[in-house]
């Protein structure tokens, strides 16, 4: 992980995070997950705005109070984090629905890099087709990443091409900044 911390994310990705929270964990879930957070940080959580941006590591911190105080420090829990949080971005009556394309997975991750911008302020991302049920995505030149926050991705693309009617949707990160790689890849698959 990198020690800059200039890039931003949406307050509504963080939003959907602590509305998983309290979807597992109702009455004092979301009260023990922000214990474990700064003052500051739980101040701004507290106080989220959905289309405002906030720090990178906000959502680092608090990704990692969910998956250490209801995930019992397993770091698959970040992909059942990312799944959440496609549910509450794409589904009915959410602002990103649009963008989900029934029976037809390409259209939906040919907007990969419009729905890269709405979530992050830095960086990009680019759509490839690799085939009639594969694609490749890739993130270039974003200046903070992390292990938790990429496999979220993971969790949030194959969620979304289940939603798109995708069968079996696999998602696998080939390559990782945050393990040494010079850009995030993943390559998608579905039957």
Not at 31 to 59: C, I, K, M
Request: hydrophobic share 35%; with cysteine.
């Amino acid at each position: 992980m990198t020690t800059a911390t200039s890039i931003r994310i949406k307050g509504s990705v963080l939003r959907s995070r602590l509305a998983l929270v309290e979807e597992l964990s109702p009455g004092d879930g979301r009260r023990r997950v922000l214990e474990r957070l700064a003052p500051e940080e739980r101040q701004q959580l507290d106080s989220l705005l959905p289309s405002s941006w906030y720090a990178f590591e906000l959502g680092r911190h608090l990704d990692e109070a969910i998956v250490a105080e209801l995930g019992e420090g397993r770091p698959e829990f970040f992909l059942k984090l990312g799944e959440a949080s496609a549910e509450k971005n794409l589904g009915p009556g959410c602002v990103h629905r649009r963008f989900l394309v029934e029976g037809n997975p390409h259209a939906f991750l040919a907007n990969a890099p419009l729905i890269y911008s709405y979530y992050y302020d830095q960086g990009r991302r680019e759509y490839r087709k690799a085939g009639e049920r594969e694609a490749v995505l890739t993130t270039h030149d974003a200046e903070t990443f992390s292990a938790p926050d990429c496999l979220t991705v993971v969790g949030w693309y194959r969620r979304a091409l289940e939603m798109c009617g995708a069968k079996e949707p696999k998602v696998v990160e080939e390559e990782c900044r945050a393990r040494g790689g010079a850009v995030c890849r993943y390559r998608l698959s579905w039957s």
